[in-house]
């Protein structure tokens, strides 16, 4: 054979693909902080594959030359390059398999050292080969010429390609399924590579879908725009959310720390566009940065002002991490440009699945909106971090009852003193679930006004009171009207009256059928657009009565500006006035109350002498245990018909 005869071809084109996939990876390196073992897998890979055709290139060349004896020692060691190279492509592209199904972590370091004995071997076998020939020889003629050893060295590597399709097989449950048939390919794809070689070996074209495979893993894995954030180079939510799923599938226990930089993109309007980009990418890459030495760690920025790492190693080594994430947090960020800024976060520090299991539940730590927090950096407790999970759950109850129709509007009677019998009732939803039973409204309220969701809920308990209100029962039992909760965070809500005259409209009744229940909160007097619905609710024809007064922001001037119809007091007054102080002071409320003319509904009266108290006040109507208890609709129409004839109340 000489020079011509050989077909350099593929071994050349085997390099150019490989050194452009070497210079790119070495150009967009800054993603190197995530996924760190994957990576510098990876670039084993690319060293060998890139290294493989060039040494192999140099060798066969000199070869041919005719006058290889002058370049002897070049061309020796060339090929001994070439066999240190070669054979780590496939143990490395083995264990670069498993850290993409994610079993490398759940390896023991034994197993892990006990794989690569046989690379090493051969490494050895490789490096000695000058003293014991086995591998190759150069025969008188300055021939290549193939040793004895090499039948091993095809039995080893045989083992690894074995090893990585099981590999490859176990990723199809954790990998999307188009990243799962890329790493098919890649093993099809090098597998027939080596099988034409060992039958045509003029067609030198092993080398060549090395480089291919390492192309592929570099487009469909490292690369991955998918899974990459623009803004950070770290991995995104849909990279989160798969680690999230190999994690659960191999049962791993990590920790995950959450982090939500809450005043983050307050900046952006601040800093402007190329200055807050370069913040957030300087922010989500310092806190990336760890120097807990031995903690294998994913980082991700979920959002562009929520971050997540995933830690995987000891409790305590994780806990060190956290605390190296609130000091750089506690800490300053200069502003790229000039200047520097402190940044208020919240840090959650997650033991899965000890603390959250489910895998959604994780998701949803990190999109959960926040309550606010005090000013600064605040580490969440355990047992915020326990109460999540059960938050979360409950939303998911909620949101399944209220698409399936399954939220429950009870109603409890509000009896009148004057007129000795029933004259309203107030609608209260109940959620009872499969899985978490009942839940009470004190619990699944707050979630929905925290989640977003108050607005449905609202809507769907004023239909299923307004279809109460328009049955025959609620006119004939003789109730004016019902009373129904509203949220304010139901108020802000766009054309509100509207919406509400049009589920009114669905029943043919007037808004005078209805009272809407409101507890006063900060929120009411001071934001603008609460305070449009409001009034916009009024002029529909629309009438407030207050709920819950003697607790929180309720102040008596709001009262006394007539935006009132009824006012309703709490039973925490009742319970303090069977002291004398408190009996005292309840008096005066309703002297108050009384001569500004609104009515009077005492909440929670459960026995006869709390009765006779506030009828001695001078109290309109009563709602409590003592008359009933909230009931479902089928039973409080009977309970309506029942008491339409007799005026003594029935008691429960
Ligand atoms: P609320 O509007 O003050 O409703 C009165 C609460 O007192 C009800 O609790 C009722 O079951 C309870 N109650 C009535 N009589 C007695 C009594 O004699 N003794 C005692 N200990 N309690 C009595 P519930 O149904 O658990 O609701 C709690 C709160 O959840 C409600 O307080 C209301 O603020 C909120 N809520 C309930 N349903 C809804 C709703 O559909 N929308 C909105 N926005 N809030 C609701
Ligand atoms: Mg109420
Ligand atoms: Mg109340």
Aim: aromatic letters at 10%; a negative charge; proline letters at 4%.
């Amino acid at each position: 054979m000489n020079p011509v005869e050989y077909d350099y071809g593929f071994t050349l084109a085997a390099f150019m693909l490989a050194l452009l996939c070497a210079l790119f990876t070495v150009h967009h390196s800054e993603t190197d902080i995530v996924r760190r073992r994957q990576r510098a897998l990876f670039r084993v890979i690319l060293a060998s594959v890139t290294l493989t055709p060039l040494f192999s290139f140099i060798s066969t060349y000199i070869e041919l030359l005719g006058d290889a004896h002058r370049f002897f020692t070049v061309m020796y060691l060339t090929q001994l390059g070439l066999f240190v190279t070669h054979h780590a492509a496939a143990p490395f592209f083995v264990l670069y398999t498993m850290s993409l199904n994610g079993h490398i972590r759940g390896l023991k370091r034994l197993i892990q050292i006990a794989l690569l004995i046989p690379f090493v071997l051969i490494e050895l076998a490789v490096l000695t080969n000058p003293i014991h020939h086995g591998l190759f020889y150069y025969n008188g003629d300055l021939r290549y010429t193939r040793g004895d050893w090499m039948l091993p060295l095809y039995f080893i590597a045989l083992f690894y390609y074995a090893l990585g399709i099981v590999q490859m097989l176990r990723s199809r449950k954790v990998l999307r399924h188009v990243r799962w048939s890329y790493l098919l390919f890649c093993y099809l794809m090098v597998l027939a590579g080596i099988a034409i070689q060992l039958f045509y070996p003029h067609i030198r074209v092993e080398y060549f879908t090395e480089s291919l495979m390492a192309m592929i893993l570099m487009v469909a894995f490292e690369r991955d725009m998918h899974t990459i954030s623009p803004l950070t180079g770290l991995f995104n939510r849909i990279g989160f959310s798969e680690d999230i799923r190999i994690n659960e599938l191999a049962g791993r226990h990590y920790t995950l720390i959450a982090i939500r930089l809450r005043d983050l993109k307050d900046y952006a309007r601040i800093l402007g566009e190329t200055r807050y980009r370069a913040l957030v990418k300087s922010v989500a890459l310092g806190l990336s940065q760890s120097r807990v030495s031995n903690l294998d760690e994913g980082a991700y920025s979920y959002d562009e002002d929520s971050l997540a790492l995933l830690l995987y190693g000891s409790e305590a080594k994780a806990e060190k991490r956290r605390d190296e994430v609130l000091e750089k947090l506690r800490g300053s960020w200069s502003i790229p440009g000039g200047g520097a800024i402190q940044l208020q976060a919240t840090v959650a520090e997650i033991h899965v699945p000890k603390q959250i299991s489910d895998r959604k539940l994780i998701m949803g730590r990190l999109s959960d909106p926040e309550p606010l927090r005090p000013e600064g950096v605040t580490l969440l407790g355990t047992e915020e971090i326990e109460h999540f999970e059960r938050a979360q759950k409950v939303e998911i109850a909620l949101r399944r009852a209220l698409q399936e129709d399954r939220l429950q509007v009870w109603f409890q009677p509000i009896w009148n003193v004057h007129e000795q019998r029933f004259t309203s009732a107030e609608a209260l939803s109940r959620l009872i679930d499969d899985e978490l039973g009942s839940v009470p409204p004190s619990e699944f309220i707050p979630i929905a006004e925290q989640r977003g969701l108050m607005g449905q809920l609202g809507d769907f308990v004023l239909d299923k009171t307004c279809a109460m209100a328009a049955s025959g029962v609620v006119g004939e039992g003789g109730l004016a009207y019902l009373h129904v909760n509203v949220s304010p965070y139901q108020l802000p809500g766009e054309n509100l009256a509207e919406r509400f005259n049009a589920i009114l409209a669905r029943y043919g009744i007037g808004p005078e059928r209805l009272r809407l229940e409101i507890t006063e909160t900060m929120d009411i007097d001071n934001s603008a657009l609460v305070r449009q619905s409001v009034s916009q609710l009024r002029e529909a024809g629309f009438q407030f009565a207050m709920d819950d007064f003697g607790t929180g922001f309720s102040n008596l001037s709001s009262l006394l500006s007539g935006r009132f119809a009824d006012i309703k007091l709490d039973r925490s007054l009742l319970l303090s006035a069977e002291r004398d102080h408190g009996r005292q002071m309840l008096r005066s409320i309703y002297e108050m109350v009384r001569a500004s003319g609104l009515i009077t509904v005492q909440e929670g009266v459960e026995t006869e002498e709390q009765l006779h108290l506030v009828e001695g006040f001078g109290c309109d109507t009563v709602q409590g245990f003592y008359f009933a208890r909230p009931m479902p609709p089928e039973d409080f129409t009977a309970f309506l018909q029942e008491n339409r004839t007799t005026d003594v109340p029935m008691k429960t």
